[in-house]
């Protein structure tokens, strides 16, 4: 479990391809000094287990599996590449951002960026299967960032990063063009499939919740 509070930025050293599968890895001061064998870390938002540690230059290894190859953008990185990284939470860590599993809803796409005053404006494109559970002034985790989705579009949403972000993320370099990991709030995915239950269970207790202005 994470809250979307990125710790610090690797940097990809190899990409190693074998079949269906793949080894990461990369340099991660911070991360490697802090880290074990069979760690979990998020890596652009994904939740990964650390398979090899060589503290010497920091590098960290991770094996990914076709599904992460295919629902990621971790299969698209390359030598040189940053990602973002986040340590797990542990019982006394602090909550500053919200609850991030790591596992990934959607690959979305950034339609836009733009500069608005010092912040920066993100548009980003997502398949319909992550917007089902994104509503506005709700959390989303976009690479690994826990972020308030602004505007919730057709076919998209909006958020909006302070420069603090910009400078020590992913999203302070990324394009137009560029791909971001998309995972909605897992209280928002609770909510629907309670809802979607009830709506099949109970006519009723819809048509009130309706009526109340609870849902549309």
Same mark, same amino acid.
């Given at each position: =479990?994470?809250?979307?509070?990125?710790? /610090? =930025?690797?940097?990809?050293?190899?990409?190693?391809?074998?079949? +269906?599968? %793949? &080894?990461?890895? #990369?340099? %991660?001061? /911070?991360?490697?000094?802090?880290?074990?064998?069979?760690? +979990?870390?998020?890596?652009?938002?994904?939740?990964?287990?650390?398979?090899? #540690?060589?503290?010497?230059?920091?590098?960290?290894?991770?094996?990914?599996?076709?599904?992460?190859?295919?629902?990621?953008n971790?299969g698209?990185?390359?030598?040189?590449? *940053?990602?973002?990284?986040? =340590? @797990?939470? *542990?019982?006394?860590?602090?909550?500053g951002?919200?609850? $991030?599993?790591?596992? $990934?809803?959607?690959?979305?796409?950034?339609?836009?960026?733009?500069?608005?005053?010092? =912040?920066?404006?993100?548009?980003?494109?997502? @398949?319909?299967? %992550?917007?089902?559970?994104?509503?506005?002034?709700?959390? &989303?985790?976009?690479?690994?960032?826990?972020?308030? $989705? !602004?505007?919730?579009?057709?076919?998209?949403?909006? $958020?909006?990063?302070? @420069?603090?972000?910009?400078k020590?993320?992913? #999203?302070?370099?990324?394009?137009?063009g560029?791909?971001?990991?998309?995972?909605?709030?897992?209280?928002?995915?609770?909510? !629907?499939?309670?809802?979607?239950? %009830?709506?099949?269970?109970?006519?009723?207790?819809?048509?009130?919740?309706?009526? /109340?202005?609870?849902?549309?």
């Open positions: =479990m994470f809250t979307g509070l990125i710790t /610090e =930025m690797g940097e990809i050293t190899s990409v190693n391809t074998t079949g +269906s599968s %793949a &080894v990461l890895s #990369l340099n %991660a001061l /911070e991360s490697a000094s802090s880290s074990k064998l069979g760690d +979990s870390i998020s890596v652009n938002g994904v939740c990964l287990t650390v398979t090899k #540690l060589r503290t010497p230059n920091s590098e960290l290894s991770f094996d990914l599996s076709e599904e992460t190859l295919r629902s990621t971790l698209s990185l390359k030598k040189g590449d *940053r990602v973002n990284l986040e =340590m @797990p939470l *542990r019982p006394d860590s602090k909550i951002g919200h609850f $991030v599993t790591g596992h $990934v809803d959607a690959i979305g796409t950034i339609r836009s960026k733009v500069n608005s005053g010092d =912040m920066l404006k993100i548009e980003i494109s997502a @398949p319909q299967k %992550a917007m089902n559970f994104l509503v506005g002034k709700g959390s &989303v985790a976009v690479d690994g960032i826990s972020l308030t $989705v !602004v505007d919730v579009l057709s076919g998209g949403f909006t $958020v909006v990063i302070i @420069p603090h972000t910009a020590f993320t992913t #999203l302070g370099f990324k394009g137009v560029d791909t971001v990991n998309i995972e909605a709030d897992i209280l928002g995915k609770y909510v !629907v499939k309670f809802l979607n239950k %009830a709506e099949r269970r109970d006519s009723g207790l819809m048509n009130t919740l309706m009526n /109340e202005g609870y849902i549309k």
